[in-house]
């Protein structure tokens, strides 16, 4: 039976929309994401949605409130986790926000990094399967499945309703 841990990622837009919020995972030695660059979110909570969701961790991670959010699709990893567990995650895009994001927080360091340039991050690998379908400006959401195994992905397919 699939009953994966449910996750957010979003990607927040800066006003020109050209470069993107980041967090470089960079403060605690035992993440499995160190070194990494990745969107905001997490995993969602039972007693909330996954609007909800984002809303929170962008606001514990950035301290702002994203607006104009937009779902850019879904990832299915089996196996992602360090584990072996299996993720779901909803992909979204934030065209603005209120506030003045802080810059740090516990999990690492947050950057304005330009969209064009992604690619040359360190990230996840699979990362450059689905980011530019975040950035493409097709309209229907994009729904991903990307197995994983011993911390690589396997294989990637993709469909657009």
Excluded at 61 to 75: F, M, P, Q
Excluded at 108 to 119: N, R, S, T, V, Y
Aim: aromatic share 12%.
């Amino acid at each position: 039976m699939y009953r994966p841990i449910l996750a957010s990622l979003v990607f927040i837009l800066s006003a020109d929309k050209n470069n993107v919020l980041l967090v470089h995972r960079n403060k605690r030695g035992n993440d499995e994401h160190l070194g990494k660059y990745n969107g905001l979110g997490g995993k969602m909570e039972k007693d909330e949605d996954i609007l909800s969701c984002i809303l929170r961790e962008v606001q514990e991670e950035a301290a702002i409130t994203i607006e104009d959010v937009e779902l850019r699709g879904t990832i299915s990893w089996p196996g992602f986790g360090k584990n072996g567990e299996d993720w779901f995650g909803f992909i979204f895009l934030a065209h603005s926000y209120q506030g003045e994001p802080k810059m740090t927080n516990e999990e690492g360091d947050l950057h304005w990094k330009p969209i064009a340039e992604l690619a040359d991050l360190p990230m996840w690998e699979g990362d450059k399967y689905f980011l530019p379908l975040v950035f493409d400006g097709n309209p229907s959401p994009f729904h991903g499945s990307m197995p994983y195994a011993n911390g690589r992905p396997i294989s990637w397919t993709c469909s657009r309703g």
